[in-house]
């Protein structure tokens, strides 16, 4: 019922920058929040920032100072810009929404497919 998909991964030399775009698509009552996961090889998928249906923000410390997420809820879309990368932002990027299907319907997670982002040292 929604689609995500994610797109502007690739491999940057560390201090450069990137940008991820992900687009929701589907039939929904309301995106609520979204937000942008990363898991690098052997660790826990984790929250690298997250936007509400309002514009409030919430980053990793990781990438505090770094990244920053915004999203267009007329084109039901998120971005997350970054810049300065370091070798450990490599990772798969995945993109997250929390979506009423419908007025009365409680709320779901959706994930994209992910998208590779490397840093070379």
């Known amino acids: 019922q929604v689609q995500l998909v994610e797109s502007g991964g690739g491999l940057v030399q560390a201090g450069g920058s990137l940008r991820l775009s992900c687009a929701a698509s589907g039939t929904f009552f309301r995106i609520n929040s979204m937000g942008w996961y990363r898991q690098a090889p052997g660790k826990q998928r984790e929250l690298v920032a997250a936007i509400t249906l309002g514009g409030s923000t919430n980053y990793a410390d990781s990438v505090t100072g770094r990244f920053t997420i915004s999203r267009d809820n007329a084109k039901n879309t998120v971005n997350l810009q970054m810049n300065s990368l370091k070798p450990d932002d490599t990772a798969v990027y995945y993109c997250?929404?929390?979506?009423?299907?419908?007025?009365?319907?409680?709320?779901?997670?959706?994930w994209g497919k992910g998208t590779l982002v490397t840093v070379s040292s």
């Open positions: 997250n929404a929390v979506v009423k299907l419908g007025p009365l319907s409680g709320s779901m997670d959706y």
